[in-house]
């Protein structure tokens, strides 16, 4: 944040910074400056502190207010989002040029049982993996997740799911997951549906069939390079509204955050196109 602030200095810029110091701090404060006016709200920090500034800014459009400008300066453990902005291992001069330079492009965000999101939900085994994550302390990032995968995967149960795709006729099935996402990648390195684009109206859904441990362990290095397309036992589909319902509760994660630890139905639904966001150019790559 320091860096920001005397890059904007040198420039002259007319900003304010505004720090966060607990959960829910970046909603209240992104809504705050949306309701002010300005035409650009920067996110500084992971895909959670991003994920709470984009509820903070549509929250606010939901109330009548014009829509700011999201720019994104990658700071955090995970940084999923940013890859297909490319903004990935930039430098930090970079970043902000594309900051103070690039031209706004429109992005679809997803909406699920109202709390709107980016990357995409997991439902089920990811779920539980979100959960896990939050008590560990003292890793973060992809090491936090893998450490929370291996943690949950010798006890992780399945579940029975209705899953509805826009009008057609519901699928039934035992599961591990369901992942519905907007763009390719999340949990800090696995590209869960690594054909997603982040602008093309649609949502992508990747749903895993119930499989015990030794079968899902080999899955996950294939996952993390986004080679699991063709797996016999991994569905992909697309949808603009799914709704999922479960025979059991289960926990679901938007962007690494829990949107619920007990839930039985999830209804997720696409805005295309619904929010502008500073980038050079959208790179659709597995390559991380």
């Not at 809504?31 to 500034?53: C, H, Q, S, Y």
Request: aromatic share 10%; with cysteine.
């Amino acid at each position: 944040a320091a860096a920001v602030q005397a890059w904007m200095e040198a420039r002259g810029a007319m900003f304010q910074m505004q720090a966060t110091n607990a959960r829910g701090d970046a909603v209240r404060l992104a809504a705050k400056a949306a309701r002010e006016g300005w035409p650009v709200v920067v996110a500084v920090g992971g895909d959670g502190t991003i994920n709470e500034v984009v509820n903070g800014l549509l929250h606010a459009e939901d109330e009548g207010v014009a829509l700011p400008t999201l720019g994104i300066v990658p700071a955090g453990s995970g940084n999923d989002f940013v890859k297909v902005l490319g903004l990935y291992r930039q430098p930090f001069e970079r970043v902000m040029d594309v900051l103070w330079r690039a031209t706004p492009r429109e992005v679809d965000v997803g909406c699920a049982n109202g709390r709107y999101f980016l990357n995409g939900l997991g439902w089920g085994f990811d779920g539980f993996v979100a959960e896990e994550v939050y008590r560990i302390r003292r890793l973060r990032g992809f090491a936090a997740y893998l450490w929370a995968v291996l943690k949950v995967l010798p006890r992780y149960p399945t579940a029975r799911v209705r899953m509805w795709l826009d009008e057609r006729h519901p699928v039934e099935r035992d599961i591990t997951m369901v992942a519905v996402t907007n763009g390719p990648c999340y949990g800090g390195g696995f590209w869960i549906c690594p054909h997603a684009r982040v602008d093309d109206g649609w949502l992508d859904v990747a749903l895993a069939d119930a499989m015990r441990p030794w079968h899902l362990l080999p899955l996950l290095p294939r996952v993390m390079r986004g080679t699991h397309v063709h797996h016999p036992r991994v569905a992909f589909d697309r949808a603009r509204e799914v709704v999922l319902q479960s025979d059991r509760p289960l926990p679901s994660q938007v962007d690494g955050e829990l949107l619920g630890t007990n839930l039985e139905e999830i209804r997720v639904r696409v805005f295309p196109r619904r929010l502008a966001v500073l980038a050079d150019n959208f790179e659709q790559s597995t390559t991380n």
